[in-house]
């Protein structure tokens, strides 16, 4: 992980993906939780193992961030817009988006139901892609693009995968369930 | 402390377990795909050897009972991932 110099106002933008809506927390703990109620273990298998990329890519942002805000004091943060963060947390990082909101489990669906959770799942790696695509758009740092497009990469190859996966799980569904007006049971 | 050494070392081991999450990620939705199993198992050979190179030299690269160390512990010694 390297960045070429701080930079404090991008901090503030790519903490997104940390503690945001589309961010790495929220897409790990949304697979590590969903795996538990798909049908079947390649299902189990993908949202385990793609759940568990996302926590390193987690790591991957938090070092980033930290990075980006080494040697940064008080006036530094405040040139930035970001004292807020400076006051209440200093160089530790903390979950929020790039508007400071903080992380909610309320950014995780659970439905229960292995096609909707793979749909929401294929959605929410459209959303940090593009997420990723506004940030690499905002730094002109190649160190930090080359991070970014590296992440952005992953997103368009989960998205590859869960939708293999949802292809197989509608196949699964219609052979051996049957749908009784207002859920499918097993045949 | 020569770190070049280091971070070309664990930058290989990096890349190498870039390899095996990929093809790994692949054969969950291909598990019937032998060549994909072909290369799987290469990578997996070759990280073996990367890590046990590294490890001989700079210590471990995990703890929870992955790894061996040398006397004092030293794992609080290594270079963490969020550090490099």
Not at chain 1, 40 to 57: R, S, V, Y
Not at chain 2, 76 to 84: C, G, L, V, Y
Request: aromatic residues 12%; contains cysteine; negative net charge.
């Amino acid at each position: 992980m390297r960045v070429s110099c701080p930079d404090v106002k991008f901090a503030k933008m790519v903490i997104t993906q940390y503690g945001g809506p589309d961010g790495e927390l929220s897409a790990s703990l949304r697979y590590l939780n969903q795996r538990y109620s798909m049908p079947f273990n390649k299902a189990k298998a993908l949202l385990t193992d793609i759940g568990t990329e996302e926590l390193a890519h987690m790591e991957m942002i938090a070092a980033l961030v930290y990075k980006l805000i080494q040697g940064a004091d008080c006036e530094d943060f405040k040139a930035a817009g970001w004292e807020g963060q400076y006051v209440q947390h200093d160089h530790g990082l903390f979950w929020t988006d790039a508007n400071g909101v903080p992380w909610t489990a309320k950014y995780i669906a659970a439905l229960g139901d292995p096609i909707t959770d793979l749909t929401e799942d294929m959605a929410a790696e459209q959303k940090a892609r593009t997420t990723y695509e506004h940030l690499i758009e905002c730094t002109d740092d190649p160190c930090v693009k080359d991070t970014l497009r590296f992440l952005w990469e992953r997103e368009v190859v989960h998205f590859q995968r869960f939708g293999e996966m949802l292809n197989e799980v509608n196949e699964y569904m219609g052979k051996c369930h049957i749908w009784n007006g207002h859920k499918f049971e097993k045949k | 402390m020569n770190c070049e050494k280091q971070l070309a070392m664990l930058k290989r081991i990096q890349e190498m377990e870039f390899v095996a999450v990929e093809l790994n990620l692949y054969l969950d939705t291909h598990p019937c795909d032998e060549d994909a199993i072909n290369d799987y198992n290469c990578a997996v050979d070759a990280l073996c050897k990367l890590k046990k190179e590294y490890e001989e030299e700079y210590g471990p690269l995990m703890n929870f009972g992955f790894s061996y160390s040398d006397k004092p512990w030293q794992w609080i010694e290594s270079p963490w991932p969020w550090e490099m």
